[in-house]
T-cell receptor, first 117, second 111 residues
Framework: ETGVTQSPTHLIKTRGQQVTLRCSSQ?????VSWYQQALGQGPQFIFQ???????GRGNFPPRFSGLQFPNYSSELNVNALELDDSALYLC????????????????FGPGTRLTVL | GESVGLHLPTLSVQEGDNSIINCAYS??????FIWYKQESGKGPQFIID?????DKRQGQRVTVLLNKTVKHLSLQIAATQPGDSAVYFC??????????FGAGTILRVKS
């Protein structure tokens, strides 16, 4: 069974640029959630995708957008990068995500470290 | 590897002792609570979870206690080992999509 993978591992961008981060979900999982973790803080929920549709969004501006593909892999896109976007971006996959009254464990990838200069 | 918790509270324990990590959660409507362990340079790793209709759950060397009256969660680690050194986060969720993480605690195990 392959775990959650993310690419790239590290990335350096300058203010105003755009970035795309990628995530491959664990085998059999149909749901991907993205989190931003600033240094010294807990992860913050950006959004979740379930079967290619957005299924919940946190308090992030529209310049944070995402996609989920038919194979359930996912992309996080950030436009007009700001210095405060520097963080570890985590992807987590799970099975489910329909918003029903149950919890399915989210398995996290190692993250992409984004530095904005 | 790079530290994930430069300004977090730190708990230092001697190897072999028991550790207790505490967490206050915010949403009384949350239905699941989860503890994660995050080592330097890695993503969070699931430790144990507990449903809101329970007050205690035990795993291998770990116990989670939930006190809904005061919205408090704790993680007890028995016979703490050097490999337990990491940042520990509690998280809460309702309906399983969005995880809301706490601030985290650094656990340092002294040999």
């Amino acid at each position: 069974e392959t775990g959650v993978t993310q690419s790239p591992t590290h990335l350096i961008k300058t203010r105003g640029q755009q970035v795309t981060l990628r995530c491959s979900s664990q085998s059999g999982h149909n749901t991907v959630s993205w989190y931003q973790q600033a240094l010294g803080q807990g992860p913050q929920f950006i959004f979740q995708y379930y079967r290619e549709e957005e299924n919940g969004r946190g308090n992030f501006p529209p310049r944070f957008s995402g996609l989920q593909f038919p194979n359930y892999s996912s992309e996080l896109n950030v436009n007009a990068l700001e210095l405060d976007d520097s963080a570890l971006y985590l992807c987590a996959s799970s099975l489910g995500g329909t918003g029903g009254t149950f919890y399915n464990e989210q398995f996290f990838g190692p993250g992409t470290r984004l530095t904005v200069l | 590897g790079e530290s994930v918790g430069l300004h977090l509270p730190t708990l230092s324990v001697q190897e072999g002792d028991n550790s207790i990590i505490n967490c206050a959660y915010s949403n009384s409507a949350s239905d699941y609570f989860i503890w994660y362990k995050q080592e330097s340079g890695k993503g969070p790793q699931f430790i144990i979870d507990i449903r809101s209709n329970m007050d205690k759950r035990q795993g291998q060397r770990v116990t989670v206690l939930l006190n809904k009256t005061v919205k408090h969660l704790s993680l007890q680690i028995a016979a703490t080992q050097p490999g337990d050194s990491a940042v520990y986060f509690c998280a809460e969720t309702k309906y399983g999509n969005k995880l809301v993480f706490g601030a985290g605690t650094i656990l340092r195990v002294k040999s």
